[in-house]
């Protein structure tokens, strides 16, 4: 499966843990993208992320949250000191990023669940 | 701010009818994409209307785009039970640049029944 990869499916944390998501674009995709959805809900932009720089970071809240796509491995999207809050099913996409108008390809997500 | 919002919220039709769906956005736009979720899983791309395009048509999937009214819908012909899922709409969010983030819409909630 050539798709996007994110793992785990599911996390459990309890208050004020950290949760670390992650995320394999593509082969060949060099653009990552992160959603936030909550239930009921479209999809929010969070954190637009290329290979070690982050290009658009205005949809993910200030403090808490940090997100990185290193050179080598996956993109992590990092939250810490989780807060009940913070409950909602996290998307990565990714596309080529050579053209304008592209299709971004998604992972299934990852479930966060705070206890 | 919400950028695309899909109408109906909630669509429940026969097996074999025609569903159809409408987005509408406010700004403007290089293209509107098309996006299905079904329940637990990721969202998987169905179509892409480019802003000088009115009408593009995908298997049993045909999509219009309006951008004098900045609106769009989605047809599906001969629905199968196989497409009952979430629709959603979306939009790029900066015109000028290659790669940008999405803005979606809450969704239409599609139920076929057999």
């Known amino acids: 499966n050539a798709g996007v990869m994110q793992n785990p499916r599911h996390l459990v944390r309890r208050r004020g843990q950290e949760a670390r998501l992650r995320c394999s674009p593509m082969?060949?995709?060099?653009?990552v993208y992160w959603y936030r959805q909550l239930p009921e809900e479209g999809l929010k932009f969070m954190v637009y992320?290329?290979?070690?720089?982050?290009?658009?970071e205005s949809g993910m809240p200030k403090e808490r949250f940090s997100a990185e796509f290193p050179k080598e491995g996956p993109s992590i999207l990092r939250i810490q000191q989780v807060v009940r809050g913070d409950s909602a099913a996290y998307f990565c996409?990714?596309?080529?990023?050579?053209?304008?108008?592209?299709?971004?390809?998604f992972g299934d997500g990852t479930r966060l669940s705070i206890l | 701010s919400q950028q695309g919002e899909e109408d109906p919220q909630a669509l429940s039709i026969q097996e074999g009818e025609n569903a159809t769906m409408n987005c509408s956005y406010k700004?403007?736009?290089?293209?509107l994409q098309w996006y299905r979720q079904n329940s637990g899983r990721g969202l998987v791309h169905l179509i892409l209307?480019?802003?000088?395009?009115r009408e593009k048509h995908s298997g049993r999937l045909r999509v219009t785009l309006d951008t004098s009214k900045k609106s769009s819908s989605l047809l599906i012909t001969a629905s199968r039970a196989a497409d009952t899922a979430s629709y959603f709409c979306a939009t790029d969010a900066d015109t000028y640049q290659a790669g940008t983030a999405l803005i979606f819409g809450k969704g239409t909630t599609l139920s076929v029944s057999s």
């Open positions: 082969k060949g995709h060099s653009h």
């Open positions: 996409a990714s596309s080529p990023g050579t053209e304008l108008s592209q299709p971004q390809h």
């Open positions: 700004t403007s736009i290089n293209n």
């Open positions: 209307i480019r802003s000088n395009e």
């Open positions: 992320l290329q290979k070690e720089n982050i290009i658009d």
